[in-house]
């Protein structure tokens, strides 16, 4: 199954590329994935980076979720106009402003298409701590 994120702007050929070196070490995707550089969507205009991930089970997308986030906040930048997509249903990932609120999302996301739920291990670790590492 694949699952893409999408980024769009300014920095999305720099963020994307970044992310990718990123899921390619982080364990968890590696352990349930392949991450690559896809080409943008047909009639995309603008900077629009698409990043696709092979996961063998639905259920690991919430594991990806938490992986995205993990980098966006080592990063120490400010990623927007980035989504996550599984088939035809899109997941804004600039709204996610905790770990918590991010599993919480991400398992009505795999509730809607038929999977059981199932949050990242660190989610608990990052309750309190925003994304944008502010308390």
Same mark, same amino acid.
């Given at each position: 199954?694949?699952?893409? *994120? *999408?980024?769009?702007?300014?920095e999305?050929s720099f963020?994307? &590329?970044?992310?990718v070196?990123?899921?390619? @070490?982080h364990?968890?995707?590696?352990?349930?994935?392949?991450?690559?550089?896809?080409?943008p969507?047909? @009639?995309?205009?603008?900077?629009?980076e698409v990043?696709?991930i092979v996961?063998?089970q639905? &259920?690991?997308?919430?594991?990806l979720a938490?992986?995205?986030?993990?980098?966006?906040q080592?990063?120490?930048r400010r *990623?927007?106009?980035?989504s996550l997509r599984? @088939?035809?249903?899109?997941?804004?990932?600039d709204d996610?402003r905790t770990?918590?609120?991010?599993?919480?999302? *991400?398992?009505?996301?795999? &509730?809607s298409? @038929?999977?059981?739920a199932? &949050?990242?291990s660190?989610?608990?670790?990052?309750d309190?701590?925003?994304?944008?590492g502010t308390?």
């Amino acid at each position: 199954m694949r699952v893409h *994120i *999408i980024m769009q702007g300014p920095e999305a050929s720099f963020a994307a &590329t970044n992310l990718v070196t990123w899921l390619r @070490g982080h364990p968890d995707v590696k352990r349930h994935g392949r991450a690559e550089l896809a080409p943008p969507p047909e @009639g995309s205009m603008g900077a629009v980076e698409v990043v696709t991930i092979v996961v063998a089970q639905l &259920t690991a997308v919430a594991n990806l979720a938490s992986a995205y986030m993990q980098w966006r906040q080592a990063a120490h930048r400010r *990623i927007t106009g980035a989504s996550l997509r599984v @088939g035809d249903v899109e997941v804004r990932l600039d709204d996610f402003r905790t770990m918590s609120e991010a599993a919480e999302k *991400i398992d009505r996301l795999l &509730t809607s298409m @038929g999977a059981v739920a199932a &949050t990242p291990s660190s989610a608990a670790q990052g309750d309190a701590e925003r994304l944008d590492g502010t308390a």
